[in-house]
């Protein structure tokens, strides 16, 4: 693949995966996409196979940068104190309300089960990994994989809830919630 053609299809990956993270993998438009990276719905197919090979690839970029993220976290602190930490910033009214560097989870679960396999393996992927990062002991785990599903469903309700009190309140319950 030559330079420019490996550029030009990631701004397309980048454009898919800003829309992925607000509205899910299943809605965004080949054409919406396309202009969100500057270039025309004619050039599409010389980047990828389909819509869903573009969001597959664009969903495991977004999940991939998410665990780069938490791996720059200190391993020597506890499980614990990792997952305090994470749900710390992962809770917040600033991610909730950030536009630009959303976790694609809480828009993408509900349409997972329905959508090619490879969002399943890459979902099961990023779950072993994150939950792996978040606790310093195999023992963790499961307490790990707990809070994360506690901190995405959190999220979910918070963001669907839009910037307001109980929505502030949902983000602060679910962050006292970490064990």
């Known amino acids: ?10 701004r397309i ?10 509205r899910g993998p299943s809605d965004p438009a080949v054409a919406e996409v ?23 690839e664009a969903f495991r970029q977004l999940l991939e940068l998410r665990r780069e993220r938490l791996a720059e976290c200190d391993q020597r602190l506890s499980g614990r104190e990792r997952r305090v930490l994470l749900a710390a910033f992962y809770l917040s009214r600033r991610h909730r309300d950030d536009a630009e560097d959303r ?13 090619s396999a490879g969002f399943r393996q890459s979902l099961a992927e990023h779950t072993e990994l ?3 990062h978040m606790s310093a002991t195999p023992e963790e785990a499961d ?7 506690l901190m995405i469903g959190g999220l979910a309700l918070a963001r669907a809830l839009g910037p307001g009190e ?6 602060r319950a679910a962050k006292a919630a970490v064990v």
Do not use: N, W
């Open 34 to 56: 396309m202009a969100a990276a500057g270039l025309t719905v004619g050039g599409f197919y010389a980047h990828f196979a389909s819509k869903d090979a573009l969001m597959l």
């Open 130 to 132: 994150m939950a792996a």
């Open 143 to 149: 307490v790990a994989l707990a809070d994360l599903a």
């Open 166 to 171: 109980l929505s502030d309140r949902v983000l």
């Open 103 to 115: 976790c694609p989870l809480p828009s993408s679960l509900a349409e997972i089960s329905r959508l």
């Open 13 to 22: 990956i980048a454009a898919a995966g800003r829309v992925l993270a607000e």
């Open 1 to 10: 693949m030559t330079e420019r053609k490996s550029e030009t299809r990631q």
